[in-house]
């Protein structure tokens, strides 16, 4: 009897054992079939702002990591010099205009001359007041895409958001010189987020662009994002063969017993983003490829 009742409680406990063991297997299998990396990084364009006029800044629309949609005021510019510069190419049109207007009166009325007697004209003035004249209608279009460009810069002094983002860095205030083309503040397109995975290597071979993945984020591990692989990386940076000290080629020791493999940037297109998953450049993602 207690012979028969040990043989039951071993086979109980090498039934759990056995459950508990399928049950790792099936959690991990995963892991073991497919090629993944915990190597991963939540990427996403940045557009770096930049005022396309000089000035300084009169006022600031935004704050720090502020939401904001395409169209939004970030920032102004002192608008008044830039008005001051249509009135004096409003100006300066208008006295092209005078100019050619009195250009054509001075070649109709030699032509008319001409036209009754061609010796009382010379050829020669006739043909300086037409140069004259057809000057004199350049000028038109050069003070006209003067006043254009100055109501251009004009608009340029508010600066407004380029797509649906997150405003990052402002380091600036109301007073500061802002300088042409020189960044002031950074836009994290939302609508731009994706995922790169680096992967060893050896298993580039195991996967193809296209292939469903799965990505999971440290910073919400219970709730997986799907995507699919959209690219892989062509070339990666070298380790070695760069000048060093005393412009010397700097070369890194091999270990022949253990070569470590390179990683491979793969680039995951989200298909969704879970309700609740915010996403944000820089977070750090496990990803796996699970269609083949």
Do not use: C
């Amino acid at each position: 009897m207690k012979l028969l009742k040990k043989l039951t409680l071993g086979i109980i406990n090498l039934a759990l054992i056995a459950a508990v063991a399928y049950y790792a297997y099936q959690s991990f299998e995963d892991y073991i079939t497919n090629p993944w990396t915990r190597d991963g990084q939540v990427r996403g364009h940045v557009i770096q702002v930049a005022p396309r006029v000089s000035g300084m800044i009169t006022h600031i629309a935004v704050i720090d990591n502020q939401l904001v949609t395409q169209g939004d005021l970030l920032f102004e510019i002192d608008s008044e010099p830039f008005e001051i510069s249509i009135s004096q190419a409003e100006a300066n049109l208008k006295r092209a205009r005078i100019s050619s207007r009195s250009a054509k009166i001075e070649y109709d009325r030699l032509q008319e001359i001409f036209a009754k007697d061609a010796g009382a004209v010379s050829q020669k003035d006739l043909n300086r007041r037409e140069a004259n004249y057809l000057q004199s209608l350049s000028q038109i279009d050069i003070a006209q895409e003067q006043l254009r460009a100055a109501r251009l810069n004009l608009s340029y002094t508010q600066v407004l958001a380029s797509v649906d983002g997150y405003v990052s860095n402002i380091n600036f205030q109301i007073g500061t010189q802002a300088v042409t083309n020189s960044p002031i503040l950074a836009l994290v397109d939302r609508n731009s987020f994706w995922v790169f995975g680096y992967f060893r290597e050896s298993q580039i071979g195991e996967f193809k662009i296209g292939d469903a993945a799965r990505v999971t984020l440290m910073a919400y591990p219970d709730l997986p994002l799907q995507g699919h692989v959209e690219s892989l990386g062509w070339g990666i940076a070298p380790s070695d063969g760069n000048a060093g000290h005393n412009l010397l080629p700097s070369i890194k020791p091999v270990f022949q017993w253990i070569r470590l493999a390179q990683r491979i940037p793969v680039r995951i297109k989200l298909d969704k983003v879970p309700e609740g998953v915010e996403l944000r450049f820089g977070l750090t993602a496990s990803v796996m490829i699970t269609g083949r």
